[in-house]
């Protein structure tokens, strides 16, 4: 499989439920690739994955997906039959980490302890490879989903109702 096929699986199956922009499906294809590595020790597809500046990024589907620039990507780039384990593991983890944004999962998959803390080097190219992967927090069973930020800023508002207007007229 290839980290394409996942991003197009998730575009069709989830787009409209999670909208991406190619920052987020990037993250998610890599959490795919975290979660199978987790459950079954083998990487999902077979794409290389480097640490970039802002987080695990598999070039690939930068390349493929990369015309819609920061806009929300409504189309895959083609239809693509994905095997049953295989979407149940896409599937699994859109429901896990699709309702986050982009920024939220940035701040997951760079937090310490990840495989991209753990061999990213500013200016250097460096691949996240399945062992990195396997030896980090990030293929870790109990690995928590972080709250979103809209989840944080709705607590706030229902806890100190004058928080936001306060900052809003600061």
Sequence with gaps: MRGVEVANYLI???GRCYPATIHKLNRLVYLV????????????????????????????VIHAFGEWGNAAITEPIK???????????????AEK?????AFDLV?????PGGAWARVYAPGREA???????????DASADASRPE???????AVARNMPRALKMLETS
């Design 127 to 137: 691949e996240i490879a399945s062992d990195a992967i396997e030896a980090s927090a």
């Design 79 to 93: 239809h693509v039959e994905v095997k049953s384990d295989a979407a149940r593991l896409i599937d699994s983890v």
């Design 107 to 111: 701040s997951l998959v760079r937090r």
């Design 33 to 60: 690739q975290a979660e199978a590595v987790a459950m079954t020790g083998e990487p999902l597809f077979e794409d290389r994955i480097e640490a970039w500046q802002c987080g695990p990024v598999v070039p690939a």
């Design 12 to 14: 069709e199956r989830w």
């Design 148 to 154: 979103p930020f809209s989840a944080t800023l709705d």
């Design 97 to 101: 980490y699709g309702p986050l944004s």
